[in-house]
């Protein structure tokens, strides 16, 4: 017996497959700005453009597409624009988002029943054309964020060298928003608009226990991505549970089981860290009365003492004193 | 091509509403080390940042190479080396990763890496004397090899004109040592350089002229005062000479000369 002798249970997988592979590659990015929930709130604006949908009687996704780009270029505006009151112009956007989603729904005369098909997935229900608009959506997803992976990269780690170097550092953010945008709707029919961030962020933290590199990260969590989608879509054919949820939770399974290992590679990378002599071989006399001008050792990364960083210069506590380098010797601070 | 490298002409910023830089008027010619100096708020970081098009004027004009800012575009000429605590960010990334970055303008968006980009990468990362760090994260560095692998970064691109702020803030004698002997063989290339500074420290020797920035004017403008690359005073030295403010009772920065001969300060 085979799960590939149903065509739907193929569309399933088909659409679960580009939506593993899509939606940690941009979830990758916005890990890296600190934006982790970005995806969240643009899931939630896309209820009103599938509830648009639903009153026009246009396609749901094209008008969650449409409306979401639109959601994710405000955010992208308000959060540049830095207003300290960011965050909560943000939150104003996600609620207004599900709010008008759900009355809109209800005008359109549509149940609660159909909305949550978009909410939380129902990925054996999509039809072939879905699948070619998840497979080309995805795709376009896949190939900018990968093939522009240095640009996005030095963008996201530092704006201002991104901008001293020629980046148009605007483009290249108004990218990363759109690409979530279309990315949160693409994995809409798999895993549910409120569930989507999940798949966008869950894989990247759980690559990240075991990367040193970006690139690396990327497409481990790639790779995590479409084993949880593929895993939860099989699993729940065969226990008949949500598809949506069983995804999110094989990540988080995933990343529960990366993370001993992770805690155990950070734990051996302080280990062999060089460390130095711990006790100080010289005695304090000699530091400072006899030879002002030459410290006995020199102070520094590997010195043993630990450092405290104190204004513009870095001290180091040495036998309860402590050191600034000053000049060609040490002053106490 | 005897444009100088940067030029600032009657140059004026306001950073909300409040007048941050006032009839700046600087020429740095090529080769030029130029050190900027001043107290925390005189705008000596702003001053690059501006040369750097990072902060709008509101009057004057900046010019880089002999065009004017808004028209610049080779950028591959220009190596910033900014200032920060730290090059960590949210995801992973391995020193040689954040170096590679230094390239990028000088490469086109999906051609990826050449050959001659990944020999200066490898350059670069030895030059700071991080080889057997390339292939570990930033983040378990220490904060000295942190900010080597900015200039790294920097040096990457083979800049025509490093502008750095601060490059040795919070950096241990052993870090700086190394960044001052990579300066030097920049230099010996006939790179033109402009940092900001607290004090200059190991990169004294190679600078060959001090800008002392005061209230967001330029208030020196000349070679560097021995005074200037040695915070020792000469004489009568001790060790608990920190000055400290009469109410607060924190140590006062010692930011140049010029500050020293204050009494006081507003």
Redesign the interface.
Known sequence: MSLLTYDFMIRALLGALFTGLAAPAVGTYLVQRRLALMGDGIGHIAVTGVALGLLTGTSPTVTAVIVAVIGAVVMEAIRTSGRTSGDVALALLFYGGIAGGVLITGLAGQSAATLNTYLFGSITTISTSDVWVTAVLALVVVVLAVGLSPQLFTVSQDQEFARVAGLNVRFYNLLVSVLAAVTVTVAMRTVGLLLVSALMVVPVATSQQVTRGFRATLFAAMALGTLASLGGVSVSAFVDAQPGATIVLLALALFVAAYPVGVWLRRRERLAAPFTEQGDPFPLADEHTEVPETHAHEHGEACGHPAVPHGDHVDYVHDGHRHAVHGGHYDEH | MNDPVVTVSDGAVELGGRPVLRGIDLAVRRGEVVAVLGANGSGKSTLV?TV???VPTSRGEVRLFGTPLEDF?D??R???V?Q?VG?A??????V???V???R??R?R??VP?KRGDREAVEAAIDAVGLREKA???VA?L????QQRV?IA?ALA?APDLL?LD?PT???????QQAFADALATLVARGATIVLVA??L?PLGPLVDRAVVMRDGRVAYDGPPIDAFT???PPHG?D????ERDLHTGD?L?VASPLDRAREERP
């Open positions: 940042r750097l098009g990072l575009h950028w591959h220009v190596g910033f900014p920060r090059a960010s949210g995801v992973p990334a391995t040689r990763e954040v590679a970055s230094g990028l303008s490469r968006p999906f890496s292939r570990d994260g378990t220490s904060g000295g090899q900015l970064r691109g502008v601060e803030a919070g950096v241990d004698v052993h870090s607290h004090e420290g040695d915070a020792d030295h060790h608990h000479h920190v140590p920065p």
